[in-house]
């Protein structure tokens, strides 16, 4: 069996798709799109144009997932579609528009799904894991399993970026006040100090572009296929990148669609790394989709899906926004025109059928139809051609 999920965020919308076999779950495509909904906010409504935006990169997002062979397409979202006003709104139109729930998932459950995926690095020494989001960052103790244990800041790198930075890459006067706010921000969330935490896991799409730019700079690559990087490298980076009349080169050759990011996450990452100490760092290359998956193929998570072979939604809610975008997609099907039959001797049999039967066939929704087939033929239709 084969599932997808596709990730909203913050920056951008993501894809994996998966493969299981005998208890057993293999990622066998990744996929990415650079696509920022908060580039397209009036105030913190999304606009009509994100709107589009979103819709056409879902509908190429859930076409791939159907040329793979997928049975059932999740979508998430976290911050990116928390912090606008009318997500609701946006739920539903998409929806209605390509037939996928969206699955909004708050800032504990998106740090457990880090959590689960990255379990394999509890073996690490006192390993914490960090994921730096647009508008949310996630911090999570991997010798801690519960939910609660999980902590998610309520603001991101483009928060920062906006509150702190005049133009594209932060001065040295601004990483000072970057980093002044963020560990004020960390000891409000009462985040530990030094010899709690030594080995630090870094997810996320911005962490894996910061891993880049790092092995260009330093020169360095993954060993064993373990990415990892060098504390006293990675503050020669962060000199580089607040000082050096290169750094947006070094920035666009390895990592162009973070540009207004990498700056902001190379100062918190420093800020964070100092202030727990940490001895050795390695990046990851699961997150948050995997970790949905697995919870939810283990039945610890509940979600909505899209049956890519039945055409239709299934799947428990996780809220009642989603099940009212359910409701939308199903209103939106029943509100299609019926076609009309052609032939007299045709309305007649629908009139001598009993009225049970009439109204079962009235209330059911026409299937939505894949793009490039053609509509599957009722029974009544292949009778009057075969007349």
Known sequence: ????????????????????????????FKDRMSVSLLHYLDGKLLTERGAEKLIDALRE???????FGVRYCYVIATASLRVIENYEEIVRLVAEKTGLPINVMDGKTEAFCDYVANLYYASYEKAVLIDLGGKSLEICDLTKGKKEDMICLN??????????????????????DIKKYANEKFDEAKLPQKEIFSTAVMVGATNHAVYDIYADF??????????????????????????DAERSTLILN??????????????????????????????????????YLQLVLEGKESGLYYDLEEEKVGGTPRDALEVSA??????????????KAAEKGNKEEEDEKPAAVREEAEEKPAPAKRRGRPPKKKPDEAEQQDA
Not at 162 to 175: D, G, L, R, T, Y
Not at 326 to 339: F, L, M
Request: aromatic share 6%; net charge positive; glycine share 6%.
């Open 1 to 28: 069996m084969k599932y997808s999920v596709i990730d909203i965020s913050s920056s951008s919308i993501s894809l994996i798709v998966a493969e299981t076999e005998e208890r057993k779950t293999e990622i066998i």
């Open 61 to 67: 997002m859930k076409d791939k997932s159907e040329r």
């Open 155 to 176: 603001f991101g790198l483009l928060d920062i970026h906006h509150k702190f930075v005049k133009k594209i890459q932060p001065s040295e006067k601004e990483a000072k």
């Open 218 to 243: 330093a020169n360095v690559r993954g060993e064993d296929g373990v990415k990892r990087i060098e504390y006293k490298k990675f503050k020669k980076l962060v000199a580089h990148l607040l000082g």
């Open 254 to 291: 390895n990592a162009p669609e973070k540009l207004y990011l990498i700056g902001p996450a190379a100062i918190v990452l420093k800020t964070i790394f100092k202030r727990f100490g940490v001895r050795q760092i390695v990046v990851s290359d699961r997150g948050v989709k995997e970790g």
């Open 326 to 339: 359910c409701k939308a997609k199903k209103s939106a099907e029943k509100a299609k025109p019926v076609k």
